[in-house]
């Protein structure tokens, strides 16, 4: 547990104030959105404890959009329409624009003062400074932080002792790592090495993630220009471009290298730490599953991105903002952390959720899921870019990234259009 204590503990939240809140509530309906349809199989049933605990309360869900950027998207166009849900889970990477395109309309709800009003002393038994900063924006706190990730690599140790690989030796390197990928693909002629689908991603989670282990970042400190087209974001292109030529990495979808590892058709797979659960019953008997941090080449600088969600309340109703409070409580407290790690693999976010009551000795007997925590001490904020364009800013830089990856366009022409591209998106001053 010493690992998951590091990444529960942390420096200082912004400062909150007092609130105001009902002090009951009875009789009351909150409709819930969030992306991925798959993590209906935790949410479900933590609202389903959450209302045999609150028989006042209602929860209903919208359907899950496809992706962060999907139902982003759509709570923007609600946002016109007045047709917002009453909690919505925005990826961390979307919340600044979530929150001040919001904030604008009065449309969402800053949860500081609620904090402030459950003290302390709560507050620092159950959320490090780090993981509340999450859900923090220019010193605002909007978003209850729910689910937390990094990425990790998945191995089908089956495939990899028959390339001559070893559980004892797994890479710690890039070169390495690629290496290993070659030799499965000419282990036989079904498999494939590796796969990296930075090309086929729905958001631009393992693009930071190239950048964050050599230490580099996305903007330049004043957030102005973009700063990875520099010898960082080249070599970022580089490699997803060897993933593909020496690693043995077939170009397909993000659901297709899924499905082709759960065939146990290819060796190794980059992925979030939520897809452990998903992994582990898809592997099964049919090839031994591991798991293994994410490459960092910058040991003093590097880091990866952390992956996840967090709820915010977007109803100015007393009664709906009340009980919707109640809710994201109960989501990120030990309880309804304890469901959603189990049901997906991500990390917690709440301190309690590690004691004998709820996850207690899960991640003592399950190795697999001990990676992301181990890691955590690397775990960096999943930034999104200023302005309006964030969703758009990605898939026009996945256009680009694919081209390299098929050696339709060299990497420095790419990295060249992806900065050109990227800046003429962001807002002008």
Request: net charge negative.
């Amino acid at each position: 547990m010493q690992r998951l204590a590091q990444l529960l503990t942390a420096t200082a939240i912004a400062a909150v104030a007092t609130a105001t809140v009902p002090a009951a509530v009875a009789d009351v309906e909150i409709e819930v959105y969030h992306a991925w349809p798959s993590h209906k199989r935790f949410h479900e049933p933590i609202a389903a404890e959450f209302m045999e605990a609150n028989p006042g309360i209602t929860v209903t869900f919208r359907t899950p959009g496809p992706t962060y950027d999907d139902a982003h998207q759509a709570v923007l166009r609600g946002a016109l329409t007045g047709e917002l849900p009453d909690v919505f889970h925005s990826g961390y990477h979307l919340l600044r624009q979530l929150s001040t395109t919001l904030a604008a309309r009065s449309q969402i709800i800053a949860l500081d003062d609620l904090m402030a009003a459950e003290g302390q002393e709560w507050i620092e038994a159950n959320y490090a400074p780090n993981v509340l900063n999450l859900g923090t924006v220019d010193g605002v706190f909007y978003g209850m932080p729910f689910n937390a990730s990094t990425p990790i690599v998945y191995y089908n140790m089956d495939l990899v002792t028959a390339a001559g690989g070893s559980a004892d030796a797994l890479p710690e390197d890039w070169d390495s790592l690629i290496a290993l990928g070659a030799k499965i693909a000419a282990s036989a002629d079904d498999v494939d090495g590796m796969a990296y689908d930075v090309h086929a991603w729905p958001d631009d989670w393992l693009w930071q993630a190239l950048m964050y282990q050599e230490g580099g970042s996305l903007m330049n400190a004043d957030e102005t220009e973009v700063a990875f087209g520099n010898d960082i974001g080249l070599r970022g292109l580089e490699l997803a471009r060897r993933i593909v030529t020496e690693g043995g990495m077939p170009m397909l979808d993000f659901k297709e290298s899924r499905q082709q590892f759960c065939a146990g058709k290819l060796g190794i797979i980059f992925s979030s730490t939520a897809g452990v659960r998903r992994f582990t019953e898809c592997s099964g008997d049919n090839f031994a599953l591991k798991t293994h941090t994410f490459p960092v080449v910058d040991k003093e600088n590097g880091g990866v991105p952390t992956g996840g969600n967090a709820a915010v309340i977007l109803s100015n109703d007393a009664e709906k903002k009340a009980a919707a409070w109640k809710y994201l409580k109960f989501i990120a407290g030990p309880r309804g952390q304890e469901i959603a790690v189990l049901g997906s693999g991500y990390m917690p976010t709440n301190k309690r959720a590690v004691e004998a009551e709820f996850l207690g000795d899960h991640y003592d007997n399950n190795p697999n899921w001990v990676t992301s925590l181990n890691q955590a001490d690397r775990a960096q904020k999943w930034v999104g870019y200023p302005g309006n364009n964030g969703v758009k800013i990605w898939r026009t830089q996945r256009e680009i990234i694919d081209a390299v990856m098929r050696g339709q366009i060299e990497p420095q022409e790419g990295l060249d259009r992806m900065v050109a591209e990227t800046q003429a998106l962001l807002p002008r001053n």
